[in-house]
């Protein structure tokens, strides 16, 4: 009886996790451009042809954007340069634990 029981339970397992890999992704579905489907392949060039295309050139828009997080990520980064674990609490840590005899 216990051998039908184990089995069962590995039956349903083993049903539950081939359904969980049949699951969709919606957010991936949704930030596909619309048509790319109908789109042709893009066309295969040498290497070289592509190391020695024009070096991309970022507008003003986007510098200022870019500079913009970059500022804000300095600004969090400096935030988290203080200690973890504040002063008090570390001198506590530091004494131990005193087990009661």
């Given at each position: ?11 349903l397992?083993?049903a539950?996790?081939t359904?969980s ?8 579905d949704?930030?596909?451009t619309?048509?790319i489907?109908?789109?042709p392949?893009?066309?295969i060039?040498?290497?070289d042809?592509l190391?020695?295309?024009a ?10 954007g870019?500079?913009?997080?970059v500022?804000?990520?300095r ?5 988290l ?8 609490d570390?001198?506590r840590?530091?004494d ?6």
């Open positions: 009886m216990r051998l039908s029981t184990s089995l069962s339970c590995l039956t397992v083993a539950l996790a359904q890999g049949c699951a969709q992704f919606p957010e991936l949704a930030a596909r619309p048509g489907e109908y789109a392949f893009p066309a060039l040498p290497l042809t190391v020695r295309g070096e991309p050139r970022a507008t003003p828009e986007m510098r200022a870019i500079e913009g997080r500022s804000g990520l600004a969090r980064a400096e935030a340069q203080g200690p973890v674990v504040p002063a008090t570390r001198t840590m530091d131990g634990v005193t087990l009661p005899e």
